[in-house]
C-alpha cells in the first residue's frame, strides 16, 4: 500500500515551501559555479594521442586522508588496441604527480613523462583488439587551480577531500584517458580513509573492511562512464537513504551530508524521489537504476552531475532538479564535444522547468518569462558555441543555459507535446547513442524524425544564429473581424527573418481567445474570428517564445491610426516616440526603465504634441521599457538599443 501511495502523490503539486519557492537567481548561480569551475580546470589543448586504444575498466585504489592535501595509490586500466597493434600506451596525468612504477603482467616496465601525459612501453605489441592491462603507481599533491580537480577544504572544522573534474581535470588527480571519445565501461574504486571518515563514490557501495584505524571504502559500477564524471569525497559524512519507488522497483536514493546540515538536508531532498519519478515517466527509467541515485556534500558552489552521485552544496529545488537532470542528459548520453554542451546544460535547465510544471506549477510562466528576459537582454548571441577557449562564454548562462533551455521549450510549442516528447524519449534511447557521446545532429534527427517536418530552417535560425525576433502588431476590428499586420526587427544581422508559430491573445474582461498564426515574413497580414468585442491584444501572454519588445497598436477604426508608434526599433542614437490621436488628446508623462525595473528617464509630454525624440546615445545597449501615461489610459511598450 505504501508503494502505492507514494506513486500517486509523485505527480501532485508540491506545497510550496520558503525552500522550494522559484528564485531567478538560482540558474545564475548555476552557471556561474560551473563556469569558474569549468575554467580553473581547462587545459589549453584537448587530450591527444589516445586515441588508439580503447578503455574497458579501471580499477581504482586511492589512499585519502582528508587531512592532507595528497593522493597516493595505484590504477589499473583494461584496455583494447584499436586499428593496429601498440607497443606503448599513452595516459593523461599532470606533470606534478609522481608515478612511482609501472606493472605489466607482473614485471616492472618503462616509462617516460611527456608533459602531462606519460608513455608506457611494452616488452612486446600488442595485437589489436586484444585485451589487456597495465597498472601504474603513483602518489603526490594534485596542482591547486582554485576550484580545482582535487580540493583539500574543511566544513565546521571538519576535514574534506573532493574531486570535480569537468572537462579534462581528472588527469590532475589520477592517471586516465581524458576526453570526450571513450567511455569505460565499468569501475571498481577502491577508498581508504581513516575510520572516522566516509567516502562517497560512483556505483554501488559493496563493502566496507576496517584494518586497524583505517577503511576501504569498494564501490562498484557497472555503466559506461565518462572520465570527468568519475568522482571522490572524504569527510565526516553522516548518511540517510529514502527509497524511489517505480511500480515493483526500488532505487536506492542515498545522502552524503555534513552532519551539521543533516537534519536541513533531510527536509530539502524528500522531493527529489518525485522528480526521478517525473523524468523516468517523460524519458524512461533513470539510466543507473540497478545501482543508486546519490547526493555528496560539497564545497565548490553549485553542483556536479557525477554518475549516480551528484555533488551539491545546497539543496535548493531548482539545483536538485537540474543536476538530477544530467543523469539522463550528461551522464547516460553526453555530450560528445564542448561546443555541444548545451546538450547537457540546456536540457538539465528545461528538465528543471519541467519540475516546475508538474511539481510545482504557478512557478512555470515564471521560469519562462525570466529565461526569456535574460537572452533578449543583450541583442546578440547563438547557444552554439565556436570557441570553446572562451570559457565565459561557454558557460553562458544567458546562452548555453537559458537560450538551450527556450529552443527546447520552442520547438516543443512549434512541434507539439506529443512529437516533442516522444522524440526526446527515442533520442535518450537510441541503441546507438545510448551510453555513448551525442551531438546536436542527433537530437535534430530524431525530432525531424518523430515530428515529419524539416527543421534545418529552426536550427539555422535559433541554435547557429544569433538574437532573437522583435514583433510590432497594428489590429482591428471590424464586427467578428479581427485584421493584423505583424512586423518583425532581427536583433542581429545573422538572422533576417526567424519563422514561428506565434501566438496572440484577444481579450475583453469577460472573454478571451488564443489563437496561432505561422509567421513567415515580415509584414504578414492576418485575419481572424473573434466572436465579441476585444479591447486589448497580447502577444505571447504565456512567454512560449524567444522574443523581445512587443509592440501592439490598436488601430482607430475611423482615422486608422495607431495611439502610438516607436521607430526604428532596435535603435542606436535616437528613438522617435509618434503619438496618434488618442496620446495628443491629453498631458502625458514617459517613463523609461532599464531591464532589471530601474527608471533611468522620466518627461513631462505636453497636450497635442505629436511627436517626440528620445536622444539614447547614453543607453547601454540592451532592452528597455516605456511606459506613456495619460489621462485615464496607459501606453507600454519596449525598444532594443543596439550597436
Not at 603 to 626: A, C, H, M, N
Request: with cysteine.
Amino acid at each position: 500500500m505504501k508503494k502505492t501511495i507514494l506513486i500517486l502523490l509523485g505527480f501532485l503539486p508540491l506545497l510550496v515551501t520558503s525552500q522550494s519557492a522559484f528564485d531567478p537567481a538560482t540558474l545564475v548561480s548555476i552557471a556561474e559555479k560551473e563556469q569558474i569551475a569549468f575554467e580553473r580546470r581547462q587545459t589549453a589543448e584537448f587530450p591527444v594521442n589516445t586515441g588508439n586504444y580503447d578503455v574497458k575498466w579501471y580499477r581504482c585504489c586511492w589512499n585519502i586522508d582528508p587531512a592532507v592535501d595528497s593522493i597516493s595509490g595505484n590504477i589499473t586500466t583494461l584496455f583494447t588496441p584499436l586499428g593496429s597493434a601498440l607497443d606503448s600506451l599513452i595516459l593523461d596525468l599532470n606533470r606534478v604527480l609522481t608515478v612511482d612504477s609501472v606493472l605489466y603482467h607482473g614485471f616492472h616496465v618503462s616509462w617516460y613523462p611527456a608533459s602531462d601525459q606519460f608513455i608506457i612501453r611494452f616488452p612486446s605489441s600488442i595485437p589489436q583488439n586484444v585485451p589487456d592491462s597495465v597498472t601504474v603507481f603513483y602518489h603526490g599533491v594534485p596542482p591547486a587551480n582554485g576550484f580545482g580537480s582535487f580540493v583539500q577544504d574543511e566544513h565546521n572544522g571538519a576535514p574534506i577531500i573532493w574531486t570535480l573534474s569537468e572537462p579534462y581535470g581528472a588527469s590532475d588527480w589520477w592517471p586516465c584517458k581524458n576526453g570526450l571519445s571513450d567511455k569505460a565501461d565499468s569501475l571498481d574504486i577502491f577508498i581508504r580513509t581513516p575510520a572516522s571518515s566516509r567516502s562517497a563514490s560512483n556505483g554501488v557501495l559493496v563493502s566496507s573492511q576496517t584494518t586497524g584505524n583505517t577503511i576501504t571504502w569498494h564501490w562498484k559500477h557497472r555503466y559506461p562512464v565518462a572520465t570527468y564524471l568519475v568522482c571522490l569525497a572524504v569527510t565526516n559524512y553522516a548518511r540517510y537513504t529514502e527509497p524511489v519507488y517505480f511500480g515493483a522497483d526500488t532505487l536506492n536514493f542515498v545522502n552524503y551530508v555534513y552532519p551539521e546540515d543533516s537534519a536541513f538536508a533531510a527536509s530539502r531532498t524528500g522531493v527529489t524521489a518525485s522528480m526521478i519519478q517525473l523524468y523516468d515517466s517523460l524519458f524512461g527509467i533513470y539510466p543507473f537504476q540497478r545501482e543508486k541515485y546519490g547526493h555528496a556534500q560539497f564545497g565548490a558552489g553549485g553542483g556536479m552531475e557525477h554518475q549516480t552521485m551528484t555533488f551539491v552544496t545546497s539543496f535548493d529545488f531548482e539545483l536538485i532538479a537540474h543536476e538530477l537532470a544530467h543523469q539522463w542528459f550528461g551522464d547516460k548520453i553526453t555530450c560528445g564535444s564542448w561546443p555541444d554542451i548545451w546538450l547537457n546544460e540546456g536540457f538539465a535547465t528545461y528538465l528543471s522547468g519541467l519540475c516546475y510544471e508538474h511539481l510545482l506549477p504557478s512557478f512555470w510562466t515564471r521560469f519562462r518569462e525570466v529565461r526569456i528576459h535574460s537572452i533578449v537582454s543583450q541583442p546578440d548571441g547563438s547557444v552554439y558555441c565556436t570557441d570553446t577557449s572562451n570559457i565565459p562564454r561557454l558557460f553562458n548562462n544567458r546562452l548555453t543555459y537559458a537560450k538551450g533551455a527556450m529552443i527546447l521549450h520552442q520547438l516543443r510549442w512549434l512541434i507539439g507535446d506529443s512529437a516533442f516528447f516522444a522524440a526526446l524519449k527515442n533520442y535518450i534511447t537510441d541503441p546507438a547513442l545510448v551510453y555513448g557521446f551525442v551531438h546536436t545532429a542527433d537530437l535534430k534527427a530524431h525530432l525531424e524524425s518523430s515530428s515529419g517536418q524539416d527543421l534545418t530552417w529552426y536550427f539555422n535560425d535559433w541554435f547557429t544564429g544569433q538574437g532573437y525576433p522583435t514583433y510590432q502588431l497594428s489590429w482591428v476590428q471590424q464586427g467578428d473581424t479581427v485584421s493584423f499586420s505583424l512586423g518583425q526587427t532581427q536583433s542581429h544581422p545573422s538572422v533576417t527573418f526567424f519563422k514561428m508559430s506565434v501566438p496572440i491573445l484577444f481579450k475583453n474582461n469577460q472573454r478571451d481567445t488564443l489563437i496561432r498564426f505561422f509567421n513567415t515574413f515580415s509584414g504578414q497580414s492576418f485575419t481572424a474570428v473573434v466572436p465579441f468585442k476585444a479591447d486589448s491584444v497580447i502577444f505571447d501572454p504565456d512567454y512560449q517564445l524567444i522574443a523581445g519588445n512587443h509592440l501592439v497598436n490598436a488601430v482607430n477604426e475611423h482615422s486608422g491610426s495607431p495611439r502610438l508608434l516607436l521607430f526604428p526599433n532596435p535603435a542606436s542614437d535616437r528613438l522617435t516616440l509618434r503619438f496618434g490621436e488618442l496620446c495628443r488628446s491629453t498631458e502625458g508623462k514617459i517613463i523609461i526603465y532599464s531591464a532589471d525595473g530601474r527608471k533611468i528617464d522620466e518627461w513631462i509630454v505636453q497636450q497635442g504634441k505629436t511627436e517626440f525624440i528620445l536622444d539614447t546615445r547614453s543607453y547601454p545597449s540592451g532592452f528597455y521599457f516605456f511606459n506613456f501615461r495619460g489621462s485615464g489610459f496607459r501606453e507600454r511598450g519596449k525598444f532594443i538599443i543596439q550597436r
